[in-house]
């Protein structure tokens, strides 16, 4: 009887010491934090800003231990992309998990559905199918910023490289989620993305500068002063009388002086 006592004592110390191992493998994880981090964290665009649910299934509720959540965080199965550590920490990921474990997991899910347009290119339909549109929407803002901004051309190596390895916060899409082809059809897409966001800039009407000449005031010239006419004919009154008589008084001295010279003699 005693033997069995101590060979329950014992199992039950082992099945607690399990327990207790596999809580703190777990985490317990900080709700407060979670719910901070879920609103800053792109996981939102995807699942819902309350884990409800959206492109991809709700997550508020979550029956999964914080272990699973980050195995699949960092080493996703299915389509879900793959976030480094360096961009999610397991701690962080902990935090949302305790935040989601206080939620209500919804009734019901019905994922967000996207049209695409009839005649739409390849790429834009794998935008869709690769839940791209949960953070890019149409790619038109994705293709201006990245691209016409700054004055980059769209190729299928530049986009195949962001999928593998990606630039900022943005995860990792692999071979099996996106593959090289289907990356160079993507591409295509942003491409027309790119042309149709440059036809649509307003054009900035450019004014010609046209060079003014400096104009120098100049006082205008000063009239000749008139020159008086000379008369056309002298004058037969007065002057033309006097220099007559002067003449003949002239004549008559020169006479008188020869004659009393004469008598000298």
Known sequence: MFKRILVVMIVLL??????????????TGDPANGK???????????HGDNGEGKYAAP???????????????????????????AQISDTVITDMWAYMKTLTKPASFTPVSTTVPAGALPGHQLTVDKRCVACHG???????????DQNR???????LK?????????PMFGATQVT????????DFIKAQAVAVKAAAPVTPTTPVTATKATT??????????????????????????????????????SAGLAIRGRRR
């Not at 082992?14 to 985490?27: C, D, K, P, R």
């Not at 901070?36 to 995807?46: L, M, T, V």
């Not at 149409?138 to 016409?148: E, M, N, Q, Y």
């Not at 051309?153 to 986009?159: A, L």
């Open 14 to 27: 082992v099945l607690s010491a399990l327990f207790a191992m596999t809580v703190a493998a777990q985490g």
């Open 36 to 46: 901070a981090q879920w609103a800053q964290r792109a996981c939102k665009n995807c």
């Open 59 to 85: 997550l508020a509720g979550t029956t999964r231990t914080s272990a699973e959540w980050i195995t699949q965080v960092h080493t996703p199965r299915a389509n879900m992309p793959a976030f480094t550590t």
């Open 138 to 148: 149409d790619f038109k803002a994705f293709a201006k910023a990245r691209f016409v």
């Open 153 to 159: 051309e769209v190729t299928p190596e530049v986009v």
């Open 162 to 170: 962001q999928l593998r390895t990606p630039a900022k916060n943005m």
């Open 180 to 187: 090289d082809a289907q990356a160079a059809l993507i591409a």
């Open 217 to 254: 005031t100049t006082a205008p010239a000063a009239a000749p002063a008139p020159v008086a006419a000379a008369p056309a004919t002298m004058p037969k009154t007065g002057g033309e009388l006097g220099l007559l008589a002067l003449s003949g008084l002239s004549l008559l001295g020169i």
